[in-house]
Structure formats: structure tokens, C-alpha cells
């Protein structure tokens, strides 16, 4: 049975998801910039494999409601989109796998409601314990300025500046980042110039690496 797509509402918001086979629950958290999309060779294995897969573009993305307010994104409201999500689908418990920033909504979901996420897959990030009286990540952040660089993720705190940059031109900049550009041309941690911004550590590719297709841009 291919991938079929509809939306559930969650938490407050109207969610899109594509889903496949039948059987038990399992979750696929993409991470940025990415959607749904990023599982859909996973997908068919899965349900082959005897699972009902859902793969749901998270807050923010794709075709889910993308809340205006910053403190809308607070890890809290990601969790709780997910147990949403899982109470729409008329089920009970759930496998959960995370990739990227999805992995921190994943490990999320267990940590605070293991009684529903019985099973936790993390790809590419691994699970980072935080004391109470642990710096705030944003604070760490800046210490990495130099003056002239800053750090990648501080950069997307200013809102507004990272859409006005990568919209500009869609397909250099989601070629530049799925070719693993970023931070490869300074040592050290991934800063970024504060002139000229993400796009300046951008290879300045024409067409996408190997394995990433003209549709897929496209899509």
C-alpha cells in the first residue's frame, strides 16, 4: 500500500502526516531542513516489515501549522504534538525514531512519557543529558562569537534573518545545505560570518551530490 497523506489536528494545531502499512506504531521526527519527505525510503521497509509508520511534518514545517510566537516552539509544545498526534491516530503506545533536531523531540517524548513512547531510535544526534543547573544553550552559543563569526544555530535566533537569506535563492541554498557545507571551511565549531551570514558557508553548488536528486530539490 503506498504512502497516503491527511492531517490530524494535535496540541492546538492542524498537522500533516503521511502514513503506510498496518500494525504497530511507529514515529519518524524529521529534522531541519527537512519534512516528512526525508523518511520516504524508511517508509515502505517499515510497513513491509509489519509496522504502521507515520512520519508527520512537525510544527513549523512542511504543510503543519507554523505558529508565529517563539515560546509556540518550546520543547514542551514539540512533545506535546507528538502525544497529540498519537492520541489522533486512536493509539495507545508508539515507537519513536529522531533525526537531527528530531532526535531531541524524540528523546523528549520518552523521557516525559514513557508510558506512550516504548521504544527510542536516535540518528545522528545523540542524547545530551542536562543538569538544572546547566547554562542556558544560548548562552553558550555566545561565547563562540568572535566578533566577526557566531555561531550556526545562534544565527537563527534573530527572526527573520535566516528566511530573508536562504529564500532568496531556494535551490543554491537547500543544495549547499544537504551537501554538508556548513563549517567545513573554517576548523573548529560551525561558525558562520555575521556579514554575509549561512549562505557565505554555502559550497556554491549548481547541482546536489549524488544521492539527492533534481525531484527531490524540487519537492
Request: charged share 20%; net charge negative.
Amino acid at each position: 500500500m503506498p504512502v497516503s497523506h491527511r492531517f490530524v489536528q494535535s496540541n492546538g494545531i492542524r498537522m500533516h502526516l503521511a502514513e503506510e502499512g498496518a500494525g504497530p506504531l511507529v514515529i519518524l521526527c524529521h529534522g531541519w531542513p527537512e519534512s516528512w519527505y526525508s523518511w520516504r525510503h524508511q517508509m515502505p521497509e517499515l510497513a513491509q516489515a509489519g509496522y504502521y509508520v507515520v512520519a508527520p511534518d512537525q510544527r513549523g514545517y512542511g504543510q503543519t501549522d507554523a505558529p508565529e510566537a517563539i515560546e509556540a516552539y518550546h520543547i514542551s509544545h514539540l512533545t506535546a504534538d507528538i502525544v497529540g498526534l498519537v492520541h489522533a491516530l486512536g493509539e495507545e503506545q508508539a515507537v519513536i525514531a529522531g533525526h537531527d533536531w528530531g532526535s531531541v523531540v524524540a528523546w523528549y517524548c520518552a523521557l516525559l512519557r514513557p508510558d506512550i513512547f516504548r521504544r527510542l531510535v536516535l540518528l545522528s544526534v545523540p542524547y545530551l543529558q542536562r543538569n538544572w543547573n546547566d547554562p542556558r544553550p544560548t548562552d553558550l552559543m555566545r561565547l563562540l562569537d568572535d566578533g566577526e563569526h557566531e555561531f550556526y544555530q545562534a544565527y537563527f535566533q534573530v527572526p527573520g534573518r535566516a528566511e530573508a537569506e536562504l529564500e532568496a535563492d531556494v535551490h543554491r541554498s537547500i543544495i549547499g545545505l544537504f551537501s554538508g557545507e556548513i563549517g567545513k571551511r573554517r576548523p573548529g565549531p560551525p561558525l558562520i560570518p555575521k556579514n554575509g551570514g549561512l549562505v557565505a558557508r554555502l559550497a556554491d553548488r549548481q547541482n546536489p551530490p549524488g544521492w539527492l536528486t533534481r525531484a527531490d530539490i524540487d519537492f
